[in-house]
C-alpha cells in the first residue's frame, strides 16, 4: 500500500484536473469520503476537485460539510476528460452509474475503497477490504503523505467512520477506533455530529418503524425479512438501515433481509447477518458488499418473486 500512496502522491502532483466519485445511491462513507478527500487535495495540492455522485443523497447527510461541493452526474460537463478520476467506495463497476462515463474517459484513474472486490477498475489500486472504512484508507494516506488537515476533513472522516460501522458496532479492529480518537483529540464532537444525522424526514422514520413491525420469521426465526412496497419506497430516507438494526437486536435472528420494491419490477435487497457470511447470497442475486453486510438490486422481476427466492436462498444455512 505504501508503495501506491507514493505512486497516487507523484501522480497528484502533475494532475490538473480531478473527478472524485464513489458508488451511487452515497450513503455517509462514500459522500463524506469523497468531500474530505477533495478539500485534501485542494488544500495540499492546489487543484479543486469536482466532486460528483449518482443518485439520491439521504437528507441525513444534508448537513455535513461541504455538502454543496457535491454535484449530481447529469449537472456536469463531461466533454473534457479530466487528467484524474478518483472512485472511492464503490465495490463494483455497475454501481458506479452515470459517473462511470467520467471514469472511462479520465487519462488516469485511481481507486481508493474497502470492498471486496475481483475486478477493480482502475490504473492504481489503494485497497483494503480490513478497512472499515473508505475514509480509514483515506487517513492513512494523509498520515503516510503528511497531508494538512483542516476541521471539516476531521468532521467528514468522522462520519464516514460513524456510519459505515454503525457507531462501532460494526468495527473489525481497533483501527477505526483509533482514527476516531484521533479525530476527537483534533476537535470532533461526536454528538455534535448525531445531532447532524437525525436529520430524517418523519415520514421516512415511520415508513421504516412500520416495516420492522411488519417483519416475518422464517426458519425457526433465524431469518427476519422485512418488506417497503413501492408507495412507501418514495418516502425513504436511505437504504433502511433502521429497520435492519431493529430487527438485528432480535434474540435469535441471524439474518435479516429488507426487501424494498423500489420501481413495480426493480427490488433493492438489503442484507446483513449476525456471523455467516451472505456476500454470496448478495452476489447470487446480481449484488455484492462486506461478509455481514450486502446487497443487491434485482430488475424484471416482482416484490413476491424476489421474496420468494430470497427466503429459499437462506434454505439450510
Ligand atoms: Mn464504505
Redesign the pocket.
Known sequence: MKKNVKIFDEKLRSATSIAIMAHKNPDG??LCSVLALARLIEKNYGIKCVCVYDGNVPDYLDGVPLRRHAHCWNKIDTSNAFDMAILL?YGAEHQVGGPLEIVKNAKFVVEID?HKNDNPIAGLCIDDENAD??AVVIYRIVQELKWRIDMDVRDLLAVAILT?TGNFKFAKNAESLSIMADLVSGGVSIRHLVEIMNNKPRKAVLVEARAAGNAEFFYHNKLAVATITRRDYRDMDGRGEMVLNILGQIHGVEYIVLLKEQKETQIGISIRSRSAAIDKIAASFGGGGHEHAAGAVVRGDTLENVRAQVIAAFKGM
Open positions: 462513507d462514500a467506495d474497502h472504512a473508505t459505515d
